[in-house]
């Protein structure tokens, strides 16, 4: 078991091995950009990526705190699945006012994968592998789909 220091230090040290492996890796638009803390440009829509020791996740999260609008949003994503799917080459989970580890009502669209550890440096491999093509994949959606979010800008 770690401590709280310990597995935060661990975290980080992942992240930033992650940040640093994706750094000369341009957007789809050909711009750089902090892939870890990737900005939608929409308040209250993230693009998050998350690992603990038992899964690895990443999502298309909608933290709106009106519960309308994060619902309209999340119906715009809808409007755009075929493109999304497209892009992604996959099928993912979503989920319409479920609740984080916060209890904060939040909507997501969602992979993850099963029986890694990022506190384990040889799961590493295989979390950079869930994560990268992914996040580039939601990248090269956003960058065509992102104009019609701008009413929720």
Do not use: C
């Amino acid at each position: 078991m770690y401590s709280k220091e310990q597995a935060s230090n661990l975290k980080q040290a992942f992240w930033t091995a992650f940040g640093q492996y994706m750094a000369l890796q341009p957007t789809a638009d050909g711009t750089k950009v902090n892939w870890v803390n990737y900005k939608t440009g929409i308040k209250h829509l993230y693009f998050r990526m998350n690992a603990d020791q038992h899964t690895a996740k990443i999502a298309i999260e909608i933290a709106h705190p009106d519960p309308g609008i994060q619902e309209l949003v999340f119906e715009q994503f809808k409007a755009y699945q075929n493109i999304l799917v497209g892009s992604l080459g996959e099928e993912w989970d979503w989920s319409l006012h479920s609740k984080d580890a916060y209890g904060k009502t939040i909507s997501s669209i969602s992979k993850e994968i099963d029986q890694v550890n990022i506190f384990k440096q040889e799961d590493w491999p295989k979390l950079i592998t869930f994560f990268k093509p992914r996040i580039m994949a939601l990248d090269e959606f956003w960058s065509d789909a992102k104009y019609g979010f701008d009413l929720f800008s």
